[in-house]
Nanobody, 115 residues
Framework: AQVVESGGGLVQTGGSLRLSCTASGLTFNQYTMAWFRQGPGKEREFVASHVHKDGSTYYADSVKGRFTISRDIAKNTVYLQMNNLRLEDTAVYYC?????????RGQGTQVTVST
């Protein structure tokens, strides 16, 4: 099983990006999907999650109101819509698929926000 992120890139402050994470080899609707990020010189931090059991979503305070996580079961894909991007959002964004017994992590996609 694996998860693969895409959609990163270079964007100006105030701009938007949509990240995608596509899972394969696992039963997608049995996994909680989450996004983490690691900025330059920083530790990896939680960004957002989508719980498979009830569709609940959770966000880090730093992204609330700007980022939206969503899931497309038919496409085995979770999205992270990022709006009003700030310089401090610059990071490598990672996708996690967490099941009852295991967690799969992607290789990450770079998001760079510039002035």
């Amino acid at each position: 099983a694996q998860v693969v992120e895409s959609g990163g890139g270079l964007v100006q402050t105030g701009g938007s990006l949509r990240l995608s994470c596509t899972a394969s080899g696992l039963t997608f609707n049995q996994y909680t999907m989450a996004w983490f990020r690691q900025g330059p010189g920083k530790e990896r931090e939680f960004v957002a999650s989508h719980v498979h059991k009830d569709g609940s979503t959770y966000y880090a305070d730093s992204v609330k109101g700007r980022f939206t996580i969503s899931r497309d079961i038919a496409k085995n894909t979770v999205y992270l819509q990022m709006n009003n991007l700030r310089l401090e959002d610059t990071a490598v964004y990672y996708c996690n698929a967490s099941g009852k017994y295991e967690t799969y992590r992607g290789q990450g996609t770079q998001v760079t926000v510039s002035t």
